[in-house]
């Protein structure tokens, strides 16, 4: 009876303790962001981003906790971008097409990619591709999750160490300083 007993006492202890320690999540890696929902409404990083190199034209929206990042500063925790891209339209000769002011035509949304940081994200990477606290997901046009080599996306951010590794960083800034003294 006495082990009855004691077994008895050790799991109730076991099932106390798993229905009060605290339950930590594991910081997300590449590939597990989700794709937040309502981002269009979100204020624009930069649009019309041409890019005649890989056929795109990209949109990016940043969320209202990375768009009030001040000049000079890394985003915080909690920053979020998403970016479209879209295919460019080509001529029948093949060459890319362009609209009257000189820009590249938008085809059709290919890919949707988003990029986050938070605390303890991004560090189970090798070190030659850590990209501080950010990580990156990838999504069909219409919402899934995509399989991608996320070490093509850490390998363009890596350099951008003394923006935040965000790129356009500096053109950000530009625009958005004259949308609000302009």
């Not at 981002?39 to 929206?61: C, E, G, M, N, S």
């Not at 219409?142 to 399989?147: C, H, N, Q, T, V």
């Not at 923006?163 to 609000?180: A, C, M, P, Q, T």
């Amino acid at each position: 009876m006495r082990s009855f007993a004691a077994s008895l006492a050790v799991l109730s202890f076991v099932v106390l303790f798993l229905v009060t320690a605290p339950i930590t999540a594991s910081p997300p890696g590449d590939g597990e962001l989700p794709l937040p929902a309502g981002y269009h409404a979100w204020p624009k990083f930069l649009t019309a981003v041409q890019r005649p190199d890989a056929k795109q034209v990209r949109d990016i929206y940043i969320n209202s906790v990375g768009a009030t990042t001040p000049r000079g500063r890394p985003f915080p925790n909690g920053t979020i971008f998403v970016m479209e891209n879209f295919s460019v339209k080509e001529q029948p000769d093949g060459t890319l097409k362009t609209g009257p002011d000189g820009m590249l035509v938008k085809g059709e949304l290919s890919k949707i990619f988003v990029m986050g940081k938070g605390e303890g994200w991004g560090q189970g990477v090798p070190d030659a591709l850590k990209t501080g606290s950010w990580v990156f997901a990838a999504f069909s046009p219409d919402g899934k999750p995509l399989a991608e080599n996320f070490n093509k996306c850490r390998t363009c951010h890596v350099p951008m160490t003394k923006k935040d590794f965000v790129i356009r960083y500096d053109e950000y800034f530009s625009n958005r300083d004259l949308s609000i003294t302009g």
